[in-house]
């Protein structure tokens, strides 16, 4: 089991930049959930997906952002144009059933930085 | 809709010392309840789950809380903390019913001083 895998690790752009966070879900984990993490506001959920559909985007702060599930083993999460207070820590979770007990698997997030 | 109050941002505390960190929720039905820990640089990860059953949880890495319905409380406990449980530590609730969709607290920061 590898976990959830996020790429890019780290991210610096430029403002009006488009940037684009990837994530890999645990295989056979039928969930998806992109949150964003800052010191002001904690941990935030942006959209979640189940079976590849999007279920609630109201969590996404403007139409800047874009989230996209095209197959059950990649996700994408775009910024454009990106914004200094874009910057943030954004992790990717994936759960096995869509119930409120089942756990979520993060993985290691992205650290975007926005000059 | 439910929320989590973990009541403080930040316990320190010396190593081999117990610890608890506090939460609370409101929700108007029955609930799961989580805790996840936060080493820098990771992301979340689980350390327990009240489902049913039980009150009393028992974790990863020693860590241990109890469900207590009429307080809607619940912490988290450590009977003798190391310098490898500094981290953020966040509790979550999800409904019964609803969107399932767990609601995470502030987080607490513990920090184990030598």
């Known amino acids: 089991d590898a976990g959830v895998i996020q790429s890019p690790r780290h991210e610096v752009t430029e403002m009006g930049q488009e940037v684009t966070l990837r994530c890999k879900p645990i295989s056979g984990h039928n969930s998806l959930f992109w949150y964003r993490q800052t010191m002001m506001r904690g941990l935030e959920l942006l959209i979640y997906?189940?079976?590849?559909?999007?279920?609630?985007d109201s969590g996404m702060p403007e139409d800047r952002f874009s989230a996209k599930m095209p197959n059950a083993s990649f996700s994408t999460l775009k910024i454009q144009p990106s914004e200094p207070r874009d910057s943030a820590v954004y992790f990717c979770?994936?759960?096995?059933?869509?119930?409120?007990?089942?756990?979520?698997?993060f993985g290691n997030g992205t650290r975007l930085t926005v000059t | 809709a439910q929320s989590v109050t973990q009541l403080d941002s930040q316990v320190p505390v010396f190593e081999e010392a117990p610890v608890e960190l506090r939460c609370n929720y409101s929700s108007s039905v029955s609930v799961y309840l989580f805790w996840y820990v936060q080493y820098p640089n990771q992301g979340l990860q689980l350390l327990l789950k009240?489902?049913?059953?039980?009150?009393l949880v028992k974790g990863i890495n020693g860590f241990e809380a109890e469900f207590n319905k009429s307080q809607t409380s619940f912490h988290l406990r450590k009977p003798s903390v190391h310098i490898s449980d500094t981290a953020e530590y966040f509790c979550?609730?999800?409904?019964?019913?609803?969107?399932?969709?767990?609601?995470f607290g502030r987080g607490t920061s513990l920090i184990v001083h030598p």
């Open positions: 979770a994936s759960s096995d059933r869509f119930s409120g007990n089942s756990p979520l698997h």
């Open positions: 009240y489902l049913s059953g039980s009150t």
């Open positions: 997906f189940n079976n590849n559909v999007p279920i609630d």
């Open positions: 979550a609730v999800s409904d019964l019913r609803g969107s399932y969709i767990p609601t």
